[in-house]
């Protein structure tokens, strides 16, 4: 029985062929990063965008009654601690935190790309942009607080022309709209195997 006196993340993953893999390993990595966390593991089914991927399972997100939202890509390999990125997310007192880092002028177009202020808040969103405004980048890991998405996946869910995403859509759109979006600045190993190029060099810094 969950301990209705602690504060809980949901964790939402995308279903990559490894939900077994999911199920057993990944709340036993994320308890041991930021306990007293209870962490509650989804998948989705054939979404239409990012953001539709987490509207499918919404309502198993409700049951658990979490606090915050915790949203990790399944297509990267990267090490850390989300007690950091927690806690600054609850300092900031923001709607949605995005896990970001700097890479090189020749990648950044293959993210979503942000500006920031001196306090670390995002000015600015652009998805994969041809020319990019900065060399800092979405990670694609996001924590939001559980009332502001739940508003937001209803309010996308209605617009037939988006196209259900967190970076095309739904991100951008809070910027707009001067909600509190910040960027918790990670340092760390990351990388998002999207490219044959990067695949490979993972499992080269691997060796």
Known sequence: MPDS??????????????????STSLPAILNQS??????????????????????QNFLFIKNGSPDNVLIMGGDHIYQMDYAPLIDFHADHEADVTIAALRVTVEEASRFGVLITNDDYRVTNFVEKPK?????????????????????????????????????KDIIPQMVKEGMRVFAYPFSGYWVDVGTIESYWQAHMDLL
């Open 5 to 22: 006196s602690l504060p809980t993340i949901s964790v939402v993953m995308p279903n990559f062929n490894h939900g077994k893999y999911l």
């Open 34 to 55: 930021v306990p007293p966390l209870e962490v509650i593991i989804i998948d989705d089914h054939s979404p239409d965008g990012t953001a539709d991927a987490v509207q």
């Open 131 to 167: 020319d990019p405004p900065s060399t800092t980048v979405s990670m694609g890991i996001y924590i939001f607080r559980f009332d502001v998405l739940d508003r937001l996946l209803r309010q996308d869910a209605k617009h037939k022309e988006s196209s259900h995403d967190f970076g």
